[in-house]
């Protein structure tokens, strides 16, 4: 009978993040008069006992890995991540470092399902990905995504609020080829990863190219990620998007999403003294009426304000600051709103969003085909194969 490796336990413990302190009670032990609870795992990572059935599939859990994974000769290699285009504090960088890596396995494993589907089934790929690269204008940049997905403002503008208006964007973007997810945890809410930590995700496959966007953000922030992490794929560069946009490609696909969603002569409008005092209050609700009539953030319109010269940098910064604060605020009230609120949003409404319309149909389609088992595509849509059957059928009603 296979053994576990020892070396796969002290591995997988520091790859998720893990000190011996934090991980022991995790995994389920309890300090006693024979030895604390560290020295128990400590010993189980030299090899001097072997874990229990219970205690393995719970460091399954915790370590987020395979079974299998911890029988392995070696520590499998790394996921490849794309390039990391955060700009964080490397502190947080370092936090945060094992719950994106368990997020990206698990985004690029269920990419990799749906490209051996659309392989086998001789899909023609999108024309977009990789079509340009980031020495081309934002304006022209901008330009090509909107032929591309079929981008129609006046539809996005005229959707009865920013979920509406996000879910008709998703909807062309799907269409013309891009999986959009929405995926903010590990699968509960007690493993959200803030969007301070991620924005986005752009994976620019030919075949199968994904978009993940943080769920967790304000929903208003969507559609602005969305086409952010859409002009990574127009450029061909996967990777990771959050913090402040510093680099070039950041900065040039925040400039092609703004152009898309903000055409400069609107911004034109504002009109906001280049020097002496600025009435703030008075800018912030400016800013607040532009963006609530037309289904946008207001950090977007903030940002795309500075970007052209009419909010100085002193000016921006205060604002963007203002908004957050008014955000964190009100994100605090409505999680409070929650908790007191009677019963919990339907399971399969809620894993329908995040999945999106693209992948369900696509899932649906070839388990009624016969050409994927229930248990391949569960692993594709990110569930459990008891409820494939239930989540593919309300999908198709």
């Known amino acids: 009978m296979a053994r576990v490796n020892p070396a796969l336990l002290l591995w997988a413990r520091e790859a998720a993040g893990l ?26 990572e030299r090899g001097e006992a072997e874990p229990s059935r219970p205690t393995l599939l719970r ?28 700009t964080l504090p490397e502190d947080q960088k370092a936090e ?83 999986f959009v997810l929405l995926i903010g945890n590990l699968g509960s809410h007690h493993s959200a990863i803030s969007p301070d930590v991620f924005r986005g995700i752009a994976l620019a496959d030919t075949v199968a190219p994904f978009i993940v966007i943080n ?7 969507w559609s602005f990620t969305l086409l952010h992490e859409l002009a ?51 800018l912030q609700r400016t800013i607040t009426e532009f963006a609530s009539t037309r289904n946008l953030s207001r950090p977007a319109v903030a940002y795309r304000l500075h970007l052209i010269g009419v909010l100085s940098h002193g000016v921006w910064e205060a604002v963007s600051g203002a908004f957050r604060e008014e955000y964190l605020t009100e994100r605090a009230r409505q999680k409070e709103r ?16 995040r999945i999106g319309a693209s992948l369900l149909e696509l899932v649906r389609r070839t388990l009624e085909e016969g050409n994927i088992t229930p248990t391949r595509a569960a692993k594709i849509l990110g569930v459990k194969p008891r409820n494939v059957g239930t989540l593919v059928s309300r999908s198709a009603a």
């Open 19 to 44: 000190s011996l302190r934090q991980a022991a009670p995790k995994v389920g032990f309890r300090d006693t008069v024979r030895g604390s609870a560290e020295d128990r795992l400590a010993a189980l």
């Open 59 to 86: 460091m399954v859990k915790v370590y987020r890995r395979p079974l299998l994974t911890f029988y392995l000769a070696a520590p499998p290699p790394r996921a490849e991540r794309g390039e990391d285009f955060r």
């Open 96 to 178: 945060s470092a094992a719950t994106i890596d368990a997020l990206l396995r698990d985004v690029r494993a269920r990419q990799a399902g749906v490209r051996a589907i659309l392989e086998d089934e001789g899909e023609r790929p999108p024309s977009f990905i990789a079509a340009i690269d980031a020495d081309t204008s934002p304006e022209r940049a901008a330009a090509f995504l909107v032929e591309a997905i079929g981008f129609s403002l006046d539809r996005f503008r005229a959707a009865r609020g920013v979920e509406a208006a996000f879910s008709y964007l998703r909807q062309i973007v799907e269409g013309a080829g891009a």
């Open 215 to 221: 769920d967790q953000d304000a929903k208003s922030a």
């Open 232 to 282: 990574h794929l127009a450029v061909g560069a996967s990777g990771i998007s959050g913090g402040r946009a510093e680099g070039h490609l950041e900065r040039f696909c925040n400039q092609v999403a703004g152009l898309i969603l903000m055409p400069d002569a609107d911004l034109r409008t504002f009109a906001v003294p280049s020097s002496g005092a600025v009435d703030l209050p008075s």
């Open 338 to 353: 929650d908790r007191e609120a009677d019963g919990a949003p339907d399971y399969y409404i809620v894993r329908r969003h």
